[in-house]
Each structure stands twice: as structure tokens, then as C-alpha cells.
């Protein structure tokens, strides 16, 4: 049975008028190895007439990040032509590899009209050989997103990446990597054989659980050691977790800004080259 190694509360940095909780990086925990970051927005309700997610244009290289769209919507722009608003439920996966420039907004009508908000982000950083590979952008709403039942239809998985159960995600990965939003009833449990050598990344993002047994509320990341093959969740109440694993990469990273490489030298590289138009142009 893997072992708790440390539970790591997310911090409140709130970005302008929207609440953000972020658990990695953290003063004690650098990365997941290849996970490497974690914004949690909201909960929280929007008025009519609001402005949105404030994250107007922005450059990337060197990372993916996958958005978990619980509530609200995400309306997405990049520099490689790709737009679409994607709603409660939906998944975004964008590898910025080379380099592009993505804004991520409210949609008109969430502006218009308020609501709730609850969104996640997370980096997935690329390997040393993928760094500079094609940018790309896939936006998938809830009901194209592999989804299937667990402990008698008492937890719903929604997979999005890799394999699970005879399941197969609906993002393919660059790197092999296994990815999933859980929605647990209060009472039900499930066990997930995980391979020794993978890291896991699991992050409670509402109500509790008990992990290996272990008490845990919302808004906790757990680092486990790697031991054993065997990780056994309940739910304490109905709750929501985000659970993936995968192979370390057990390479050098660089995180500065936007970008994540593998050298100083390759980040002073990326801002030269974002400062000299290899991005792409915005013209939205």
C-alpha cells in the first residue's frame, strides 16, 4: 500500500477580484515530477455585468496546462487561431511546446449574465526532447470526455487522459500520462493500483476524504512516497479530487514566468524570442 509522504494546504493569492487557491508550487514541494503547478479559482459567484477571468494575452513554452472547467465557463484565444468557449464539465488541454500566446477569458454571456465560478489549472511540464514541439490546443465540452462509474454508480470518473478500467482518455499525451476528475458520493470508495516508479498527483478540490485511511478536507494536495502499488480513497461526504500519475521525467527544471525549460539559458532564450514575434501574432 503506497504511504502518505505530506499534506500540503493550497495558499490564498487571490489575482485581482477572483479567489485562487494554490497548493503547488509550495514552500516544501517543488514540483510532482512531471506535475508542476496548480491554481484552484473560486468557488465563487459572479454578478451580472462582471468582467471575467482577468487573464488577457500571455505567452508559453516548454509546458502544457490542462483547465478543469467545474463551473462557469473558460472562453480560450491563442496565437495558432484556436478559439472556443468550453462550459461547466468541459476539459482544455494546450501544449505550448515552442511557444504561443493564449488568453483565457469570461464568455460574453458570463459577463453578461454572472454566475458561478470554479475552475482549475494545472502545468504538465514536457520533456527535454518535446520542449520545442508544435504548439497545439484541443477543447473538449463534458459530454465528449470519457466518463464511467465506479463502487455501484456511486462515483462518476471522468477520464481525460491515459488508460483506466479498459478506458481510454480523450486527450492524447505527448508523454504517457494518466489524468482524471472523480466525483464521489458521500460513503463510496474506490482502490487504484498505481505503478511504484509513478508520481502522483492528487488534489481534494471539494468536500473530504480519507485517503489510505488518513482524514483530509478540500483544498489539500497529498505527496505520497513511492511504495506500494495500492491507493484506497473514501469519501467522507460528497467530494471531488483530481487524481493523476505518472514516470517522472528526473530532469533539470528552470521555471521562470511562463516558461519552463530545462536551462537558464533557455528561458533567457524564450523571452528573446516571445520579444521577437516567434510566438505567433495576436490579432484578436
Known sequence: MKTIKRIHPAAYHPIADLITYNPLPSHN???????IFLNH????????????LPFGPHPHRGMETVTFILEGDIMHMDSGGHESVIEAGGIQWMTAGSGLIHAEVSSEKFKKEGGDLEILQLWVNLPAKH??????YIGLQKDE???????NGKI??????GEWNGNQGSFETISPITLSTIHMSEGSGLTKEIPQEENIFFYIVKGAVQVQGESIPFRNLVEFNNDGESLTVKASEDAIIILGHAKPFNEPMVAQ???VMNTQQEIMQAYQDYQAGKFGTWDH
Open 257 to 259: 514566468g511562463p516558461f
Open 156 to 161: 462518476n470518473v471522468q477520464l481525460i487522459a
Open 145 to 151: 470526455i470519457t466518463s464511467f462509474k465506479l463502487d
Open 131 to 136: 520542449k520545442m514541439t508544435k504548439p497545439k
Open 41 to 52: 479559482h473560486g468557488h465563487q459567484t459572479y454578478p451580472k455585468n462582471n468582467n471575467g
Open 29 to 35: 514541494l517543488r514540483q510532482i515530477d512531471p506535475f
